[in-house]
Nanobody, 117 residues
Framework: QVQLVESGGGLVQPGGSLRLSCAAS????????MGWYRQSPGKQRELVAS???????NYADSVKGRFTISRDNAKNTVYLQMNSLKPEDTAVYYC???????????WGQGTQVTVSS
């Protein structure tokens, strides 16, 4: 079983930056492709970025050029550097593995990101 703990969220003004962290423990394997997801009220959870074990990345169009995903396999930790934040980035952010069959790890509590002046 894998446990995921997200941290680093907060309240930031438009144009600001935040760095999120996701620490994985338990039966975690660095072979997993990991992703950052977000969910805002009334909307479905969406994938914003993903990263392979070797550092290959993909981004949603809405965050491309502003967000950077990275990982430290030795620490079983995944990061999301978020720059030039916009109010529409406001959401609860979660990390989890990539899955096409919905066999995700148990979701963590997420970390709230609020972009507001």
């Amino acid at each position: 079983q894998v446990q995921l703990v997200e941290s680093g969220g907060g309240l930031v003004q438009p144009g600001g930056s935040l760095r999120l962290s996701c620490a994985a423990s338990g039966s975690f394997d660095s072979l997993y492709v990991m992703g950052w997801y977000r969910q805002s009220p009334g909307k479905q959870r969406e994938l914003v970025a993903s990263i392979t074990r070797f550092g290959n990345t993909n981004y949603a169009d809405s965050v491309k050029g502003r967000f950077t995903i990275s990982r430290d396999n030795a620490k079983n930790t995944v990061y999301l550097q978020m720059n030039s934040l916009k109010p529409e980035d406001t959401a609860v952010y979660y990390c989890n593995k990539m899955s096409t069959t919905n066999d995700y790890f148990s979701w963590g509590q997420g970390t709230q990101v609020t972009v507001s002046s």
